[in-house]
Each structure stands twice: as structure tokens, then as C-alpha cells.
């Protein structure tokens, strides 16, 4: 007669044996899930820290975007927060920071008197087409232009130039046309050839 505990056996106590096994050893391992689980405290705390990196790495991401950010803010900046890509591009700004501070400041230009200052005021607001010289002078003390002078100014000037060359090069061009066409027109006509009482046809 086979063991009514015989794990082979096909009844309904070995069956429930069986089960009851299970259960337990379902019910242990659950207990050691359930201890090796953290605490609400230990959540809490890992929920903050999770917030305080996001923080701080979109702080760190606004200052590596700034374009006045300078060497000492960068170097603030906790790297270990940082994704690789971001350590790449603190690393790359830290360099081009470095590079700019390094770099001469340029110097400010200052006119040596008040009045070298007014005359260049005066000249940055003349008109394009007029030069330099014309408005080297203080405001107010220029003198009116004779009609000769404007005329005298408009020929100097670029455009003045460009129109004077382009007339010239139309009459340029319509001379050598006439000279070409007179000189067709005095060509002496070849005379035909007489055969009998027919020319060629050329």
C-alpha cells in the first residue's frame, strides 16, 4: 500500500500537502519582500533627493546657456549631477569662458576735446554722398556751397564718375558704328561677268 505522504501519489492528501508547502513558502518569501522594501521615510527622502538633482541640473543647464556666464559660475556647477552630454558641453563652455576672459578688453576711444568730438558728430550725421573735408567744421560754421561746388561735387563723386564714363563709352560706341557703316558704304561693288547676254547669278 503506497504512502498516503508520497509525493508520487495521486491522492487528495498528497495533493494537499503539496499545497500547503507552497503556500508556505510563498508566505516566507513575501515577509523577506516585504523587509527588504524601504520604509515611507527612506521614500520620502530618495524623492527629494530626485527632486534636488532635477533642480539643480536645470540650473546648471540655464548657466552653461548664458551668454555672461563667467569662469567662477561654471566651475560652481556639481558635475556629478550632470548627464554626459551636459559634462561635454560644461567642459567645452569652461574652455571658450577661459579663452574670452583671457582676451584683451577693447579700450574706449575718447576724443582729446569737446570740440574734435562736435566736428565728428557733425560729420557722422552728414549726407552719405558728402566727404570728410566738407563737414570738418564745428555745427554752424560751415558755409553755404556756391552752385559751382555742388556741380564740382556731384562730377567727383562715384556716381558722377560712373555717369561720365558710361556717356563716354556710348559716344565711344556710336562713333565706331558710324565709321564702320561709311566704310561699308565706300566699298567698291564687284561688277558681274558678262557670258553672252547672261550674268552669273552670284
Not at 556666464?69 to 551636459?86: F, K, R, W
Not at 563709352?169 to 557703316?181: I, K, S, T
Request: hydrophobic share 35%.
Amino acid at each position: 500500500m503506497a504512502n498516503r505522504y508520497d509525493p508520487s501519489s495521486l491522492s487528495f492528501g498528497a495533493r494537499l500537502t503539496k499545497a500547503e508547502r507552497d503556500a508556505a513558502q510563498a508566505k516566507s518569501e513575501l515577509s523577506e519582500l516585504k523587509q527588504a522594501l524601504p520604509n515611507s521615510k527612506d521614500l520620502q527622502a530618495a524623492a527629494l533627493t530626485a527632486d534636488a538633482i532635477k533642480q539643480q541640473r536645470k540650473q546648471a543647464r540655464q548657466t552653461i546657456a548664458r551668454n555672461d556666464v563667467t569662469l567662477d559660475e561654471l566651475n560652481g556647477i556639481d558635475a556629478s549631477v550632470l548627464t554626459p552630454t551636459y559634462k561635454e558641453q560644461l567642459r567645452l563652455a569652461k574652455q571658450d569662458t577661459a579663452w574670452r576672459e583671457l582676451a584683451p578688453q577693447p579700450q574706449s576711444f575718447q576724443f582729446d576735446t569737446p570740440e574734435a568730438q562736435a566736428r565728428f558728430q557733425n560729420w557722422a550725421t552728414a549726407l552719405p554722398q558728402q566727404d570728410f573735408t566738407n563737414n570738418n567744421v564745428l555745427p554752424g560754421e560751415q558755409k553755404p556751397q556756391r552752385p559751382f561746388d555742388v556741380w564740382s561735387s556731384r562730377q567727383d563723386s562715384p556716381e558722377g564718375k560712373y555717369q561720365r564714363n558710361l556717356k563716354q563709352q556710348q559716344a565711344l560706341n556710336r562713333d565706331v558704328m558710324l565709321q564702320r557703316a561709311d566704310v561699308e558704304r565706300r566699298k567698291p561693288k564687284a561688277k558681274g561677268i558678262e557670258l553672252g547676254k547672261m550674268r552669273p547669278l552670284e
